[in-house]
């Protein structure tokens, strides 16, 4: 790119450089397999300033992790008001310090503290804080065989004492058909739920921000139209694997980063510009 047209790009556009990049063959790589995972979800109430608050807990964990074929068990945490505001998040991981075989007949994971990766320090305002400081342990039983929504993890603290059991997470119904087609997408791709933070704070800066503006309802019915067309070419693309991880990273999270700090006709504009480049490089009508 030049530099005069790199200086004049906006915001949203240079993000989806890379993707870009990857989408005309400038980043040829082999595409890494995705791993299967699990994801186990509980959630706690809370009173924060006088206002109803929803600590959110999404536990990924490997389904190879059965067989004690695992290293790594991520943490999702956002929190939100009782009425559905996106407030703060979260993203720890846990390496996976030993591994045997459990009584039941599955798995009990030695996991050393959580560490931080992305958004929010929020672990310690909850109940797991004690992940943060020392071994906890996880155990898995899981039946591959069985019906979504009838496996469980328990958590047990560095003293193997039992703290509580986490059930497999169903999506709301409720949230199904809410279209945010890019953002799904790169969602589905990292095995996160429909209702995960992302999607929801996404969501509710549609409908709460975009919706209102003087052109909002004409934005959100090009999107669908656009958004459907470009999700389709990703998915027929030979390098999908490596745009999605692009796009999570670059469009997702770029988002994210913007929406904590409440610019939001900035994330706005952020993810139109975006779109339209990807729009281009796929050669999207």
């Keep these: 790119m030049k530099r005069k047209e790199f200086i004049t790009k906006s915001a949203g556009a240079l993000a989806a450089v890379s993707a870009v990049g990857i989408i005309k063959g400038v980043a040829q790589t082999e595409q890494p397999a995705k791993a299967e995972n699990w994801t186990f979800f509980f959630a706690s109430d809370f009173t924060l300033k006088g206002v109803g608050h929803k600590m959110n807990y999404f536990f990924k964990v490997p389904k190879s992790a059965a067989n004690c074929d695992v290293s790594e068990v991520l943490l999702n945490i956002n929190i939100s008001t009782l009425a559905g505001v996106q407030k703060r998040f979260g993203t720890f991981s846990t390496e996976v310090k030993k591994c045997k075989n459990s009584d039941s007949g599955g798995a009990q994971l030695k996991c050393c503290p959580y560490e931080w990766l992305k958004g929010d320090g929020i672990l310690d305002d909850g109940e797991l804080g004690f992940f943060l400081e020392g071994y906890s342990y996880i155990i898995i039983d899981p039946d591959p065989t069985k019906a979504k929504g009838k496996n469980f993890i328990e958590i047990l603290d560095k003293k193997k004492s039992f703290v509580m059991k ?45 919706r209102k503006q003087n052109d909002g309802d004409a934005l959100i019915k090009e999107y669908y139209r656009i958004g459907p067309a470009i999700v389709e070419a990703i998915e027929q693309h030979p390098m999908k694997c490596q745009i999605l991880d692009s796009m999570y990273n670059d469009l997702i999270l770029g988002s994210m980063s913007m929406l904590q700090k409440e610019q939001y006709q900035e994330t706005v504009k952020f993810y139109i510009d975006y779109s339209l480049e990807m729009k281009k490089a796929l050669g999207v009508n």
Excluded: I, M, Q
Excluded at 182 to 204: P, Y
């Design 166 to 210: 986490v059930n497999e997470y169903v999506p709301s119904k409720s949230s199904g058909g809410s279209e945010c087609f890019l953002t799904t997408a790169c969602v589905n791709h990292k095995g996160l739920a429909d209702d995960c933070f992302e999607l929801e704070s996404l969501r509710w800066l549609r409908d709460s921000v975009v």
